[in-house]
Nanobody, 127 residues
């Protein structure tokens, strides 16, 4: 129902910045909660940040709060993740995510990984 394509990953030194983009397409993604998850080698996928498509309410993992900023451009159907002050522990494959708002509310957990996913983009932070 929702197709997602990420871009913007790469190699950056600790303390540097990257901006990830997620282009969304579909019929009803305006009623979705959009967000980013990440997964490092050998580890489980973890929540990073989410944003509601219409209102723009945001929610962040404690590990990235104050450093990462999620935003959206409704006209471009694109969600962004601005990552500043990057740390080596931020190294992971970052996945764009879309979940129906009504299901997120029903589950009562904004950080649960489910729904539609992009192909992932690699972010590597060197020390």
């Amino acid at each position: 129902q929702v197709q997602l394509v990420e871009s913007g990953g790469g190699l950056v030194q600790a303390g540097g910045s990257l901006r990830l983009s997620c282009a969304a397409s579909g019929r009803t993604f305006s009623s979705y909660v959009m967000g980013w998850f990440r997964q490092a080698p050998g580890k489980e996928r973890e929540f990073v940040a989410t944003i509601t498509w219409t209102v723009g309410s945001t929610y962040y993992a404690d590990s990235v709060k104050g450093r990462f900023t999620i935003s959206r451009d409704n006209a471009k159907n694109t969600v962004y993740l601005q990552m500043n002050s990057l740390k080596p522990e931020d190294t992971a494959v970052y996945y764009c995510n879309a979940r129906p708002s009504i299901l997120v509310q029903a589950m009562g957990a904004m950080t649960k990984p489910f729904g539609s996913w992009g192909q992932g983009t690699q972010v590597t932070v060197s020390s």
